[in-house]
């Protein structure tokens, strides 16, 4: 299974630029990487998702260096609606192996004024 | 286009009870997910549906838990009897069945949140 780290919680305010990493040493050849976005008391919703290089939505962007051994979530002039649990996710495409996607506990991100 | 639908949005029941949630995927959309999640905690799978079958179940506590997917659409997910540990938001979500190299994505509802006294 590829297992996913990052950061518990992170702080930033409105404007700036919000980077989150996630770890995933075991990525598999045919992994993709995945990022969800949770508020409260809903479910969560698909952000971006990519393989290798750089993708980038109207929403954020997704760096993933050549080893991809790990993804950087980038979130450009952040407001106060961004705040939210981000889950980064990793596993095979068709999500016909849907089990072995785990989500983890996410990264916990406050946006102050 | 419609997303996916649970009810009830919040259940409050006494252990011992019986429970039972329902959703209704994405039209077209071949595969159903049940979620578990945990307060501060990220979804974890209960089971998978591919149309009509269940095609990954084992995560689902069987002594207590059962699901359906009669005709491949709608799902009921059931819990008897509930224990306090059952509480929890229970999340459906549901996807287009992809091939080749496309990745898919999961579509959520909103969650059944349910609290056992």
């Known amino acids: 299974l590829a297992k996913t780290t990052q950061p518990i919680s992170m702080d930033s305010y409105e404007g700036q630029e919000v980077n989150i990493t996630c770890s995933h040493n075991n990525i598999a050849t045919n992994d993709y990487i995945t990022w969800y976005q949770q508020f409260p008391s809903q479910g969560p919703r698909f952000i971006i998702q990519?393989?290798?290089t750089k993708v980038t939505n109207e929403v954020a962007s997704l760096f993933i260096p050549a080893d991809r051994k790990s993804s950087t979530l980038s979130l450009p002039r952040v407001s106060l609606s961004d705040t939210a649990v981000y889950y980064c996710?990793?596993?095979?495409?068709?999500?016909?192996?849907?089990?072995?996607?785990?989500f983890g506990s996410g990264t916990r991100l406050s946006i102050r004024p | 286009e419609a997303g996916v639908v649970q009810s009830p949005r919040y259940k409050i029941i006494e252990k011992k009870q019986p429970v039972a949630f329902w959703c209704n995927p994405i039209s077209g959309h071949n595969t159903l997910y049940w979620y578990l999640q945990n307060l501060g905690q990220g979804p974890e799978l209960l089971i998978r549906y591919e149309n009509e079958e269940a095609v990954d179940d084992s995560q689902l506590p069987k002594d207590r838990f059962s699901a359906e997917r009669l005709k491949g659409v709608d799902s009921t997910l059931k819990i008897q009897p509930a224990e306090l540990g059952d509480s929890a938001v229970y999340l459906c979500a549901s996807s287009r069945t992809t091939s080749g190299r496309e990745a898919g994505e999961l579509f959520f509802g909103e969650g059944s949140r349910l609290t056992v006294l």
């Open positions: 996710l990793v596993g095979p495409p068709e999500y016909s192996s849907a089990s072995k996607i785990i």
């Open positions: 990519g393989y290798k």
